[in-house]
């Protein structure tokens, strides 16, 4: 008899111990089912890699241990100088980029598609969770009272060096948001005493000395074939930099075919979601991510405090992330209901 107790308190111990804190949510183990309408989320470390491979994110798959970074098999997005931007680092650490802006495409392989500016966070496109490369997301803003419910990734400890009264600071930083201008001492200290130098500089004097010369480079297009071949070069004063969308327009008006997109459907949306923006990769004229109805998690009312006309606030519908229901539902109840 007392044998048999232990053995239902351990069961009952090992299926607590799966639940997800505060959430609800049941862990699922490597191997097990996931996502579509599966009830849970993957353990930590484990990612629901689709089974299906003909859709990408409401197909139903398995919890996974992927190897989640390798930074050589992609070229980091570039930094065009046609838009200002927020600067920021993926958790892979692989790239420093122009940080993405809600409503667009985020994370993938290695986090190819980059991560979300401060303050918003890189959602799955389905679901109740942040995005775990190499899943693909989308970047949304939260409302304070579901910020817990989402893990935030962490990104790797970067080094480098920024200048702060006139000297060379130098610090390590884990956070995504970090922005260091130079990535050593060395590199940082160069420019430095050259400036100092310039500064010192006074035009009377010794003409042949000349103040130091910076290397520019920019980001620019050109049109070779039936392609926009970008990236960055030594800037040009002689020239204004071409960037995709014009390259992409002297394509299509050139009768190139891969410049002629093919017209994206956009998905009907209930009211609770959002209409994502395609995503087009550097270089290219077509998108290869098309628009996504994703939930609008900011229509998401908190529970009520109260009911105004008495009773008490009851759990009527609990939001799973998916567009439609991606809240959770309370109704005011009175006492003899």
């Excluded at 893990?151 to 260091?180: E, I, K, L, M, T």
């Excluded at 420019?191 to 006074?202: G, H, I, K």
Aim: with cysteine; net charge negative.
């Amino acid at each position: 008899m007392v044998s048999s107790v232990f053995w239902l308190s351990a069961q009952t111990l090992g299926f607590m111990c799966l639940l997800m804190p505060s959430s609800g949510f049941l862990l699922l183990r490597e191997g097990e089912k996931c996502g579509a309408y599966i009830e849970g989320a993957c353990e930590k470390e484990l990612v629901c890699v689709p089974t299906e491979p003909s859709s990408l994110f409401y197909a139903a798959g398995e919890c996974t241990r992927v190897t989640a970074c390798n930074c050589s098999e992609f070229q980091c997005p570039p930094w065009p100088k046609d838009q200002y931007c927020s600067i920021v680092t993926d958790p892979c650490g692989c790239c420093t980029h122009c940080a993405r802006r809600p409503g667009q495409v985020c994370g993938g392989q290695s986090w190819r598609y980059g991560n979300c500016e401060e303050g918003s966070i890189c959602a799955l496109v389905v679901g109740l969770d942040s995005v775990r490369a190499p899943q693909t997301g989308v970047c949304k803003e939260l409302p304070s009272h579901l910020k817990d419910t989402f893990s935030v990734p962490q990104c790797p400890a970067q080094y480098g060096c920024n200048v702060h009264v006139g000297n060379c600071d130098c610090y390590s930083d884990d956070s995504c948001y970090a922005s260091f201008r130079y990535s050593t001492y060395d590199a940082c200290n160069k420019v430095l005493m050259a400036d100092r130098m310039y500064s010192m500089y006074d035009s009377d004097q010794d003409p042949e000395v000349e103040p130091p010369v910076r290397a520019c480079m920019e980001y620019a297009c050109e049109v070779q074939g039936c392609e926009c071949v970008c990236q960055y070069r030594k800037c040009d004063s002689r020239t204004s930099p071409l960037y995709e969308t014009a390259c992409c327009k002297i394509l299509r008006d050139s009768g190139c075919q891969n410049a002629s997109c093919p017209e994206i459907p956009t998905p009907p949306c209930p009211a609770d979601s959002f209409i994502s923006q395609p995503h087009t990769e550097p270089g290219q004229c077509c998108p290869i991510i098309p628009p996504l109805c994703t939930c609008n998690f900011k229509t998401c009312a908190p529970k009520p405090k109260y009911c105004p006309e008495g009773g008490y606030p009851r759990l009527v519908a609990k939001g799973n992330g998916h567009p439609g229901n991606c809240c959770d539902r309370y109704e005011c109840m009175k006492e003899e209901d």
